[in-house]
């Protein structure tokens, strides 16, 4: 595709469910982040992946959160037993390197725990 | 104190209007976004400068290293530019991996 891609735009799920948040980044791009937008506040960072490798994870806020890259294209965002202040919007962006270039975002899963 | 501090929070502009977003960071970075948010869209992203000017239409942004400070300029406002824009630095460390930090962006109103 022509940009980064996310699935699903929108998922409502109940506390104490497992969610999976999938990123497809631009072909081509060995970089992928992670950010997470709650309401009124403003991105953070979670994680980023290096090919298939995470070197950084100390965005993620609690071992409820995982995530993992194959073949270097898609990662998935994976949530244990969510509670309500997961609610947030989930943005994936990709970049040609880390560190290198400008980072394109995807449109972000909305995600509400209710 | 955050690292990245934008101002102001809210603009209210008539359309026509010259349009300044200011940001300032507190860390050595390597480059600094400005990124746009229209409501209940995704972002996108405006700006990726080191050092001097980039004009882009309408748009233009600037960055002084030594003074840690960057400003996102829009001339001749028109209502479309109605976004969240948002600032954010990649910070200067060595392998560093590019995760942004981000202001907590200025929410654009241009009027008719």
């Known amino acids: 595709g022509a940009g980064v891609s996310q699935s699903p735009s929108n998922k409502v799920t109940e506390k104490g469910k497992d969610v999976e948040l999938r990123c497809d980044p631009i072909?081509?791009?060995?970089?992928l982040y992670w950010y997470r937008q709650s309401l009124g506040q403003g991105l953070e960072f979670l994680i980023y992946?290096?090919?298939?490798?995470?070197?950084?994870k100390s965005g993620l806020p609690s071992d409820r959160f995982s995530a993992e890259r194959t073949g270097g294209s898609v990662s998935t965002l994976t949530i244990q037993r969510t509670q309500q202040e997961d609610s947030a919007v989930y943005l994936c962006a990709s970049s040609l390197d880390a560190g290198v270039g400008e980072q394109f975002f995807g449109p972000g899963t909305r995600l509400t725990v209710l | 104190k955050n690292e990245v501090e934008q101002s102001p929070q809210n603009l209210t502009a008539q359309e026509g209007e010259f349009i300044t977003i200011n940001c300032s960071y507190s860390v050595g970075i390597s480059a600094l976004h400005w990124l746009q948010q229209h409501p209940g869209g995704g972002i996108v992203s405006l700006f990726m400068?080191?050092?001097g000017k980039k004009k882009h239409g309408r748009l233009i942004a600037t960055i002084n290293i030594q003074e840690k400070h960057s400003s996102l300029h829009i001339t001749a406002s028109h209502p479309r530019d109605s976004a969240v824009y948002i600032c954010a630095v990649r910070i200067a460390l060595p392998g560093s991996q590019g995760n942004l930090i981000f202001g907590k962006g200025t929410k654009l109103s241009v009027k008719p």
């Open positions: 072909s081509g791009h060995t970089a």
């Open positions: 400068l080191s050092s």
């Open positions: 992946f290096q090919g298939n490798s995470a070197p950084d």
